[in-house]
């Protein structure tokens, strides 16, 4: 029986590693997800998984966990305004400010990638956009499952339903079960498992950062804080990108905001 104090042992868990708050409408679908991973494990009690995942006893488990628990929802080109902002000003401006021949590598971070649509989608267009420079595409999740298929870059046809047909063509090789993306967009593309909860540091700050429709998991107080560590993680100029459903209104910042869902260092 899944009791209160299991639940509120594995929401304490999930927010302490992991930023996650899960609410108590809630309740069901985390027993069922635990209910799953126990069975594979042979485990009787909520008890002794929580204790085998707390003190990562296994840690091919402590990955499946991760990999159950976590929630992936995404596909090409998701939230069209975005991509409009990117073709229309961000890429154009990148390729005024750094005309051909000069050397200029552009940086992009997708914090929470899930399958990699979102990356691909943004290689695709600033490829076709610019034209010429450098260009690198940071891509990280904690799911180590959704990774997997990323870095393969094997969709399925109804998964490329949203391509544009001449980006299609161009981009991605045609398979029996659907298409694979080229290895020229691939190649651009660096996928890192990585917890937001983590100190995260790199040797070059960004021109801009996408954390879409993830910070709708986490509590207030983790929020806030992460929106600040990206802040650090931007070039001066550069963009910050969250869901269409998400806002930086309740909280404390430095960013200035352009339109909904964009901000500006």
């Not at 009791?3 to 899960?22: A, P």
């Not at 390729?95 to 940086?107: I, V």
């Not at 040797?203 to 998991?217: A, E, G, P, S, T």
């Not at 990206?230 to 930086?248: R, T």
Request: one cysteine or more; glycine letters at 4%; charged letters at 25%.
């Amino acid at each position: 029986m899944f009791k209160t104090q299991d639940f509120e042992n594995f929401c304490e868990l999930l927010n302490q590693r992991f930023g996650m708050k899960i609410e108590e409408s809630k309740k069901l679908i985390l027993q069922s997800k635990l209910d799953r991973l126990m069975r594979t494990k042979d485990i009787p009690t909520y008890a002794e998984y929580f204790e085998m995942i707390e003190k990562r006893q296994d840690e091919k488990a402590y990955q499946e966990f991760i990999n159950v628990i976590t929630t992936n929802t995404t596909s090409f080109f998701r939230e069209e305004r975005h991509f409009h902002f990117l073709e229309d000003y961000f890429l154009s401006r990148q390729k005024l400010h750094h005309p051909e021949g000069e050397d200029h590598t552009l940086r992009i971070w997708s914090a929470g990638c899930s399958a990699g649509q979102e990356p691909l989608s943004i290689g695709m267009l600033a490829k076709e956009k610019l034209q010429h420079g450098n260009l690198k595409i940071l891509s990280t999740d904690i799911n180590s499952q959704v990774l997997k298929k990323a870095m393969a870059g094997v969709y399925s046809h109804e998964e490329c339903n949203s391509i544009p047909k001449a980006y299609l063509l161009k981009y991605f090789e045609p398979l029996s079960s659907g298409f694979r993306a080229c290895s020229e967009l691939l190649s651009v593309i660096f996928y890192r498992k990585l917890n937001l909860m983590d100190d995260f540091r790199f040797k070059h700050q960004f021109d801009l950062i996408l954390c879409r429709n993830v910070m709708i998991y986490f509590d207030h107080a983790t929020q806030e804080d992460l929106v600040n560590r990206f802040y650090d993680s931007l070039k001066p100029g550069g963009y910050f990108f969250i869901g269409h459903s998400e806002s930086l209104l309740s909280k404390n910042h430095k960013f200035k905001y352009v339109e909904p869902s964009i901000y500006t260092k």
